[in-house]
Structure formats: structure tokens, C-alpha cells
Nanobody, 124 residues
Framework: QVQLVESGGGLVQAGGSLRLSCAAS????????MGWFRQAPGPEREFVAA????????YFADSAKGRFTISRDNANNTVYLQMNTLNPEDTAVYYC?????????????????WGQGTQVTVSS
């Protein structure tokens, strides 16, 4: 079991930046591959980025490439999503997710544990 708590969301103007954090507790954080997803109003949860437990291999949605970076601090049990050049289409609830052995980074069903989410709102 691992518990995930996101923070860092808020209201930002278009072109601005935010850094989201996801703090993990429970099982050893370094055992987990981690991902970030987002969900605007509607049923679909959209992949944003993922990072392997070694912190080296990363994956990004096309919408995030060149603007977002994902990183992790295994010593502090935290994964980060740095978001730059935000636009109103980035408005969503952002969730972090964890799984011991990630097979398909962009598929939400590949993850076993989820946080409660943090709201990001980008104004035009």
C-alpha cells in the first residue's frame, strides 16, 4: 500500500508556471513507478507524464512535451511535475498515481494507487 497526496495546484495566468508535488507514504517510495494524469470535466483521465523508479526513464504526452518536466526525490518520497507556459487547456484536476512495475505509462488502468487530486486553473 502507498498513500499519495498532491499539492501545488492553484490559479495561474496563461503563460505562467506551477510545480505540483506528490508526497508518498507507506511502502518504500523507490519501489514505485509514478505517473501524473489530469481530468477536465468529463469521464476521461488523460495521461500527462510518468517516471520510472530509477528517475531516469520518463514519458510525456504530446501536450506536455517541451513544457512539462517530471522528476522525483526518492529520499523525500516525492514526485514533482513542473509545468511551464501553461494555457487554459491545461485546466484540470491533476492526479498522481503509482504502480510497482509500470507496463503502459499512458494507460490509467496500469496504475494501482491514486491520490485525491489537486486543481489547476489557467486563466486567459
Amino acid at each position: 500500500q502507498v498513500q499519495l497526496v498532491e499539492s501545488g495546484g492553484g490559479l495561474v495566468q496563461a503563460g505562467g508556471s506551477l510545480r505540483l508535488s506528490c508526497a508518498a507514504s507507506g511502502r518504500t517510495f523507490s519501489s514505485f513507478d509514478m505517473g501524473w494524469f489530469r481530468q477536465a470535466p468529463g469521464p476521461e483521465r488523460e495521461f500527462v507524464a510518468a517516471i520510472r523508479r530509477n528517475g531516469v526513464s520518463t514519458y510525456f504526452a504530446d501536450s506536455a512535451k517541451g513544457r512539462f518536466t517530471i522528476s522525483r526525490d526518492n529520499a523525500n518520497n516525492t514526485v514533482y511535475l513542473q509545468m511551464n507556459t501553461l494555457n487554459p487547456e491545461d485546466t484540470a484536476v491533476y492526479y498522481c498515481a503509482a504502480v510497482v512495475n509500470l507496463r503502459v505509462p499512458f494507460n490509467p488502468k496500469a496504475y494501482d494507487y491514486w491520490g485525491q487530486g489537486t486543481q489547476v486553473t489557467v486563466s486567459s
